[in-house]
């Protein structure tokens, strides 16, 4: 009777427990800022239409619900690799990449942390300071040992770019080094395009194993350039992981969509490296669901729904620009005095606000407005509708 006696309290969740406590929230003019995910000025989390479009066509065509292989679909995996290298890029790899279509940009993390722990000699990854709050638990689940490299200046609320390439140089060769390829989470800092070369220049020297983190794809500068960084590392040589979500880029949050491509050095490395990736695989999920990544397939491989799609990730990234100038221009015009002008620089939907964690408690509980305790805010959740509110809020707090 008493077998769960030795079951410890777990801490809730640090992002998600957030929106639990927004729902049970009765006050009619709360405001979820915590958890990233998409919403448009009428506070709704919409179904991109080229998504409706993918769904109506994969339901007339439905002829079976068969596994797919425990690596997912064959076609998915070119598609998405050549969504984040692109197609030259791609080619020149031929051979050389392994992709498994997993569950969200999480499973491709886990997959990926559980391969590394079981087969590489390493036992060491690096992540930034600070960074998403699960990857360190997605990490240290296995049993891998988490250290971390200076990135942000909390003075400044911007990336400390020599800070930064000081710590990195300091890493040893062959341990994991996790990267952010684009909307740095939650500082929403990135890095400029020639400083991405100069990382993967330090990391070839150091001859690191790189894993870069490529979960919004399209929301900081573009498609393609937001790959910048990855495809700077793609053609390093070094041996190279990318996990890839599709769940704010295709809006596909609930139907867990994602890749874990692997970059090798030839097609005898890739052959063992695949055999592996499914053995892990294999005793974790079995195989992936197919529902969200026939999604992804259908509209990346259908020439006018890529170009609707495209059309929808620019109209959501202008609209995460624009909240963000408007953000700027409600706090200024309430008279809050500090200065907010760095929101305006930082690429994807998150911001760090450099609030405190009793400042993002009173926030919740003085005003209903619920952010991450470190202080990140989802800038996609403003809306016109509740900005006056917010920025009254901000300026309660601040003076
Ligand atoms: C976030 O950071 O809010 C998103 O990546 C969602 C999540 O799973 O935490």
């Known amino acids: 009777m008493a077998h769960f006696d030795s079951v410890s309290l777990a801490p809730a969740d640090p992002i998600l427990s957030l929106t639990e406590a927004f729902k049970a929230d009765s006050n009619p003019e709360k405001i979820n800022l915590s958890v990233g995910v998409f919403v448009d000025d009428s506070g709704i989390t919409p179904i991109l239409p080229t998504v409706i479009e993918a769904e109506r066509r994969l339901a007339a065509n439905a002829s079976s619900k068969s596994y797919l292989p425990i690596t997912g679909s064959p076609l998915y995996g070119s598609l998405t690799q050549e969504l984040c290298l ?71 609320l911007r990336l400390d ?27 929403g800092a990135d890095l400029s395009p020639a400083q991405w070369d100069e990382v993967a220049t330090i990391a070839t020297e150091k001859n690191w194993i790189p894993l870069l ?35 704010k880029n ?47 397939q259908t509209i990346l491989n259908d020439q006018e729904l890529y170009t609707r799609w495209e059309i929808e990730v620019a109209q959501m990234r202008s609209r995460i620009h624009e909240v963000r100038d408007n953000f700027v221009a409600a706090l200024s015009s309430v008279g809050v005095s500090r200065d907010f002008s760095f929101l305006k620089e930082q690429k994807g939907m998150f911001s760090f606000t450099g609030l405190s964690q009793e400042q993002a408690t009173a926030l919740r509980e003085d005003h209903s407005i ?21 920025a009254q809020a901000f300026k309660a707090l601040l003076g």
């Open 250 to 296: 295709f809006g596909l949050y609930q139907d867990r969509v994602g890749a874990l491509h692997i970059i090798t050095a030839n097609a005898d490395e890739t052959k063992r490296v695949a055999s592996q990736l499914k053995l892990t695989i294999r005793t974790n999920y079995s195989n992936p669901p197919a529902h969200g990544g026939g999604i992804v």
């Open 86 to 156: 692109g197609s030259d890029l791609k080619n020149s790899l031929d051979g050389q990449i392994t992709t498994a279509q997993t569950p969200g940009g999480t499973g491709g993390l886990r997959v990926a942390a559980d391969f590394i722990k079981k087969n590489l000699s390493t036992n060491t990854v690096w992540l930034s300071n600070p960074t998403w709050a699960n990857h360190k638990g997605i990490f240290s689940s296995p049993g891998l040992e988490i250290k971390s490299y200076a990135y942000f200046d909390k003075a400044s």
């Open 161 to 187: 770019y020599a800070a930064f390439i000081e710590a990195i140089k300091a890493i040893p060769a062959g341990d994991v080094v996790v990267l952010h390829a684009c909307c740095h989470n939650p500082t």
């Open 213 to 247: 983190d490529f979960a919004y794809q399209g929301f900081g500068a573009g498609i393609d350039s937001d790959a910048h960084g990855v495809r700077a590392f793609a053609k390093t040589g070094l041996p190279l992981f990318i996990a890839q979500s599709f769940s």
């Open 370 to 390: 619920y952010i991450v305790n470190d202080g990140r805010i989802n800038v996609a959740g403003i809306t016109a509708d509740n900005l006056p509110r917010l």
